[in-house]
């Protein structure tokens, strides 16, 4: 404890929280002032605080590039004395003999050193994200979307993404054990046949199933044979993040728990109701970017508008052409207002003060676009508002054209709340003989009022049984735990938002010898099969009509879908919309948002690195989970970013972090699920602030009626908002996002190429690139990326990308060689919000190449800017010399060279780096070497599109074009021609290869005047 | 008072003339070490399971490199063969040879054969192989006379000026496509013309120097680029 508190001192002296001196009066002040288009990335920016000043003048932030621990200056001289004199030496390492292993009967189909490609999918809430994933040597080692499944279209959300760090995790539990002790699968097979007999005589009353939400139909079947065989025994499904309130509103409406599913492409005006459907965890989320981004295209002349109104700040909101932050429990009346606006009955109700103006303006907009506008209400949003939002799309014609019903994705879309409470009702009777949890942690994140811990630890029931990927909360009061197979090891099958079912195949044969859900629960289905090959396969040869099954079999797992599995649109009328729920609106009494985590979801996520380093679309918060509140609140609480308030609801008390939000609605606050695990592993356990205690089931998503006082104390947030900056200290606000509305846009083309520089203007020899057959360039649209944080993810999963920890990255050495900057513009309480992706620009200038003193980053004939690894010494002399701060230096050795695990997961066309090594993007430089040795032995070129970088391929939005500039018909050279097209910081006369297209919003003229 | 000797002077001035060269032939000596076989296993044949003779199998027996080396032609990695190749042959013909027992007992318990890597160049170069098959680059030129290596050694340093020597100057080394497996092959001569499309060549550069049009060789300053085998 002690040493806790040192190291905290220790950080804090090393780096003073430099967001403490937050002075928001000054930012308001300043915004007053504002004339014009101003961008900034940070509340401290925005208010020109000093340590955001001395931020500007280091270039780095304090600690990035000091040597901080405690070595005095003698000890240090003798040890440099002592590295100098073996300096010359480090080269002089012999090369050790290194082994070679052949098969002893290789593979047909391998070809050693040429990865495979299988296709599978990665499923999330039950929904699955259909995947295809690179398999070198059969180690799966990245995952990408499936560019011909119509739910992924070649993108993936983040999740799947960093799902291969998940199977590789050591901290993976790899045994089955009883009490405790290790023990086999053999083991529990045999313990399990006396209680299984003991319940076949007692029809299976004794018997319980808790999963998670499953949209399996081998699975599904699986459950019917339980249940033949078994009448009595039932199935409960809870998950923390569940759609209770979709399901609940789909029952209202329809009086059939139907799906729906959006097409945006169709839409030229979208309404979310604090609908998040652009980040990772939405159903079709990946689909959905894709076709919202295609009608963001303001060349095309048919660009689609957005309202978001939201009670937490969103990457979907940050989209918007008009963002009204509103409190989660003002999206009803406003649903309401909006049915009354558009003259059908069951509406009604005044709004507050400025909605009004929205409420109009938006009603005009869907009258007119009757039959082409999309109406969408967040999953938290009660099952009312969902009754509302079915009414309003029905009512405006959209059924059929933009927004489809189907059945249900969830094989058993039951209320998982009320599931739950059967369940513990049930424990705490003694009703219970045989429990059996598969892949749900409910000890951790059940709502804290049902008491499943107290049930499940009384000891009145005999058998519990636990299956999961890690030894968790839940696993140490089970009797039996069973090490799960992940879903890259094992067989199965999960239907995508849309219906269409995908195959799930193993990359590898189980690490730690793990089982699957489907061979846990044949256990009690009775089935005899063994594999879970098996019981997909029979389920799907059982369903099969056609002759040839192998045929159909093999080619369903080589496209990765089942044709004609896709669901069919229904038809289904809507009930008029429900009377009011009885909300109480009290303006003053503050509301607390329970949100998944951008990052690590309802926490089944938190011991995966990558995710917990991932910085959170608008917030750029890593490793944590502060509470968000809005500047306005927080100026009248008093308190600043990082002071520690406590929060108390219905007699619980919690002392978390403030992080203030631009644009959080007043009189809110937000907090997110998932951290705080007290059993996750190395990584996630003890990260952030558990909130599930203050998750009441009755209020699972927003509640009012919480309390928060000043705790008194600070806690270290580690947050990359300010960071890696590309501002000056004089603050002459660079043009570094460039943006306008449609109509300026139409007026004026070519705003976006101001400060363009002459070309001729440089003191060094130019190089003839046009003679080049490749000039490799980028452009990434700004208007179609929705900041969802993929090719984070994905450049770090193609790159051998280390992380770094909580204090390393509060140093600003985080290690992303591509970062998304969020900026902001205007109102700090509604403002707007821009992305933009910054990978290293490939300067055909480079700053940086011509300060290396030992020629380790040099630039190559076809325009990249080359880093040499080997070559490097850490000199850091190109990255203070980078301008766009993209440059990542290994200040220590973050990359884990020991674990075998980590080694079988890595890129093998990617050199690992070690300690003092400057590294970088290269535009993925392993896929362009080996796509250009491909096409030169077939003697051809590379086609356009044949060659993508990671962090395009998994773009859900298309925003990411690369490819041959020199080839004036390839997409990339039609994207530079385009008018929007700008070079970041091109006044430097940089000449970056990556540039960006202008953002252009379509704002309502009625809400602009 | 004096405290050093008069002598201590000249001692001073030598020891002073003796550390330059001192220091210099140090330097000299590590970078002679540096590329020296000792280092580089220039050369130098290393331990293996099974003392498998290249002579034996290309020169005597006359097998094709690719009938081991599979993936040299498609993939960036020629291939070393599986346990099941060697068996093709050597379950019928010395069948019994006690040499070859830990073949064998590969082949019947399932567990590979652990060799030492001969050609083994540092984690951050990354070769491939079917690009030089393809673009004329014969075995020899780097692996050197296999089929008179009893033992396998690496022919060459495998250092980066070794490489850099044909990445600068392909005309140097390149051959005919046809003549890339050919172990004995004699790059043109006065003495030994070499005909190729019509036209006779007495000399490498020219040849070579054709070659690189014909095999449309990207330039120089493109192979010579960082990140052609750096990544």
Redesign the interface.
């Known amino acids: 404890m002690m040493e806790e508190k040192n190291r905290k001192q220790h950080v804090e002296a090393v780096c003073p929280s430099k967001k403490d001196k937050l002075d928001l009066e000054t930012a308001r002040a300043r915004i007053a002032e504002t004339k014009g288009p101003e961008y900034w990335r940070s509340l401290e920016e925005l208010a020109g605080s000093t340590e955001f000043q001395e931020m500007m003048h280091r270039e780095f932030p304090k600690g990035a590039s000091e040597w901080a621990d405690s070595v005095s200056r003698r000890g240090f001289m003798k040890l440099m004395g002592a590295s100098l004199a073996m300096a010359g030496m480090t080269a002089c390492t012999k090369q050790p003999l290194e082994p070679i292993v052949p098969y002893v009967q290789q593979p047909e189909e391998v070809v050693p050193g040429r990865p495979m490609f299988f296709a599978s999918a990665f499923s999330l809430g039950g929904y699955a994200s259909p995947v295809l994933v690179e398999s070198h040597l059969y180690r799966p080692t990245k995952v990408e979307g499936n560019d011909k499944h119509p739910a992924s279209m070649g993108g993936t959300d983040v999740f799947a993404q960093a799902s291969v760090l998940d199977m590789y995790d050591p901290d993976r539990s790899q045994n089955v054990t009883y009490r405790g002790e290790l023990s086999t699968w053999g083991e529990f097979m045999v313990a399990m046949r006396d209680p299984l007999i003991a319940q076949n005589a007692a029809n299976g009353a004794g018997i319980r199933i808790l999963t998670g939400t499953v949209s399996s139909p081998t699975l599904a079947d699986q459950f019917a044979q339980i249940r033949s065989r078994y009448p009595e025994a039932k199935w409960h499904v809870y998950e923390p993040v569940n759609r209770d309130n979709v399901i609940a509103g789909a029952q209202m409406a329809f009086g059939q728990p139907v799906e729906t599913t959006y097409k945006f492409d169709a839409a030229d005006v979208i309404v979310s109701l604090d609908a998040d459907f652009l980040y990772a965890g939405f159903p079709g989320t990946t689909r959905y970017a894709r076709d919202f981004a295609k009608r963001r295209n303001p060349d095309a002349g048919n660009m689609s508008r957005m309202y978001v109104i939201e009670s937490t700040p969103s990457s979907t909101g940050a989209k918007a052409d008009h963002h009204l932050p509103v409190r989660a429990s003002d999206i009803e009346p406003f649903a309401r207002a909006l049915v009354s606006g558009l003259g059908s009955a069951g509406g009604g109700g005044s709004l507050k003060g400025g909605q009004q103006k929205y409420l109009d303006a938006i009603v005009k907009d869907l009258q007119s676009h009757r039959g082409s506008s999309v109406v969408i209400a967040g999953d938290h949003q009660p099952p009312a508002v969902h009754v509302l939002v079915h009414a309003i799309n029905q009512s405006l014609g959209n059924v059929g054209k933009t927004v489809f019903y189907t059945e249900p994705v969830n094989a058993n879309p039951i209320n998982q709340t009320d599931s739950l409470k059967d369940l513990i009702a049930d424990m705490r009777a003694g009703k219970v003989q045989m429990l059996v949890i598969a892949g749900v942690n409910p000890l951790y994140d059940a709502p804290p009022d049902l008491g499943f811990a107290d049930a499940l630890k009384s000891s009145n029931i005999p058998l519990r049984v636990h299956l999961g990927l890690y030894q968790d909360e839940t696993s140490q009061y089970c009797h039996w735990h069973i090490n799960e197979a992940h879903y890259l090891e094992s067989w199965g099958d999960a239907r995508a938002y849309d219906g269409t079912v995908s195959i799930v195949q193993p990359l590898i044969a189980p690490l730690y010898g793990g089982k699957s859900v489907y061979e846990l629960m044949a256990l009690f289905a009775g089935q005899t099969e063994a594999t879970g090959h098996g019981h997909v396969q029979n389920y799907w040869r059982s369903k099969h009509t056609g002759a040839d099954f192998d045929a159909f079999w093999r080619k369903s797992l080589h496209d990765g879908w089942i044709e004609g599995s896709t669901f069919e649109p229904k038809s289904v009328t809507a009930k008029g919309a429900a009377a009011s729920s009885a909300t109480s609106q009290n303006d003053n009494s503050i509301e607390i948002n329970f949100r998944r985590d951008p990052s690590i979801y309802d926490g089944r996520f938190s011991n995966n690195g990558w995710l917990q380093e991932l910085p959170k679309p608008m917030t750029k918060m890593t490793w944590d989970n502060p509470l968000l509140m809005g500047p306005a609140m927080a100026e009248r609480m008093g308190v600043k970013t990082q002071d520690l308030v406590r929060l108390e609801l219905n007699g619980k008390n919690l002392t978390v972090p403030v992080w203030i939000q631009a644009g959080h609605p007043d009189y809110s606050v937000t907090c997110f699920l998932g951290y705080g695990r007290a059993r996750a592993g190395r990584v996630g356990t003890g990260a952030g602030f558990d909130m599930y205690p203050l998750r009441f089931s009755a209020t699972p998503w927003f509640t009012t009626g919480v309390k928060i006082s000043k705790a008194g104390g600070t806690y270290l947030l580690a947050s990359t908002q300010g960071y890696q900056t590309m501002e000056t200290q004089d603050g002459d606000n660079r043009p570094l996002v460039r943006t306008r509305s449609l109509d300026e846009y139409q007026k004026e083309p070519n705003f976006a190429q101001e400060g363009n520089p002459p070309p001729e203007l440089t003191l060094y020899p130019g190089y003839d690139y046009a003679k080049e057959p490749y000039a490799w360039g980028m452009t990434i649209d700004l208007n179609a990326c929705v900041g969802c944080n993929n090719c984070i993810l994905a450049c770090q999963s193609e790159n051998n990308i280390p992380i770094v920890g909580k204090e390393q990255v509060n140093k600003g050495r985080h290690m992303h060689w591509l970062r998304v900057d969020a900026y902001y513009q205007g109102d700090r309480d509604n403002p707007k919000a821009y992305f933009q992706p910054v990978p290293c620009m490939q300067c055909e200038n480079a700053p940086c190449e011509l300060v290396c003193p030992v020629g380790a980053t040099t630039h190559s004939s076809e325009g990249l800017n080359d880093m040499v690894y080997n070559r490097c010494v850490g000199t850091r002399y190109c990255s203070n010399n980078c301008p766009y701060k993209v440059r990542r230096f290994n200040f220590f050795l973050f990359q884990d060279w020991e674990t075998p695990q980590f080694k079988m997961m890595r890129n093998p066309d990617v050199t690992v780096r070690s300690r003092g090594v400057m590294e970088k993007c290269t535009y993925c430089v392993q896929r362009i070497n080996h796509h250009r040795i491909d096409s030169e032995v077939a003697g051809r070129k590379i086609a356009d599109g044949e060659l993508q970088t990671a962090c395009q391929q998994s773009c859900p939005a298309n925003a990411i074009s690369f490819g041959n500039i020199n080839d004036k018909n390839s997409q990339v050279s039609k994207q530079k021609s385009n008018q929007r097209n700008y070079g970041l910081l091109q006044d430097l006369n940089t000449r970056p290869r990556t540039t960006y297209l202008a953002e252009i919003r379509n704002p309502n003229p009625e809400l602009e005047a | 008072m004096q405290i050093f000797h008069r002598s201590a002077n000249t001692i001073s001035k030598a020891t002073i003339i003796a550390a330059v060269f001192l220091v210099g032939g140090l330097l000299w000596a590590?970078i002679q070490?540096?590329r020296s076989p000792?280092?580089t296993?220039e050369k130098v044949a290393?331990?293996q399971p099974v003392p498998f003779s290249h002579q034996h199998h290309v020169s005597g027996v006359g097998i094709d490199c690719r009938y081991c080396h599979t993936?040299v032609?498609?993939?960036?990695?020629a291939?070393?063969?599986?346990?099941?190749t060697c068996m093709n042959c050597h379950s019928q013909i010395w069948a019994g040879a006690p040499m070859l027992e830990p073949v064998r007992e590969?082949?019947r318990t399932?567990?590979?054969?652990?060799?030492?890597?001969v050609n083994?160049l540092?984690?951050?170069v990354?070769f491939?192989h079917?690009?030089h098959i393809?673009?004329g680059v014969g075995c020899a030129t780097c692996h050197g006379p296999v089929d008179r290596m009893p033992l396998m050694y690496n022919y060459a340093s495998l250092q980066m000026e070794w490489c850099l020597d044909c990445h600068r100057s392909p005309d140097k080394y390149l051959r005919p496509r046809e003549e890339v497996f050919n172990m004995r092959y004699e790059q043109p001569s006065g003495q030994k013309p070499m005909l190729m499309d019509g036209k006779v060549y007495t000399d490498q550069r020219s040849l070579g120097t054709d070659l690189i049009k014909k095999y449309?060789l990207?330039?120089v300053?493109?192979i010579t680029?960082?990140?052609?085998c750096?990544?």
């Open positions: 590590t070490l540096q000792y280092v296993y290393r331990p993936s032609e498609t993939s960036d990695f291939g070393i063969p599986p346990t099941r590969s082949f399932g567990k590979s054969l652990v060799w030492n890597r083994d540092p984690d951050f990354y491939d079917s690009i393809n673009k449309n990207r330039t300053a493109d680029s960082c990140s052609t750096h990544r």
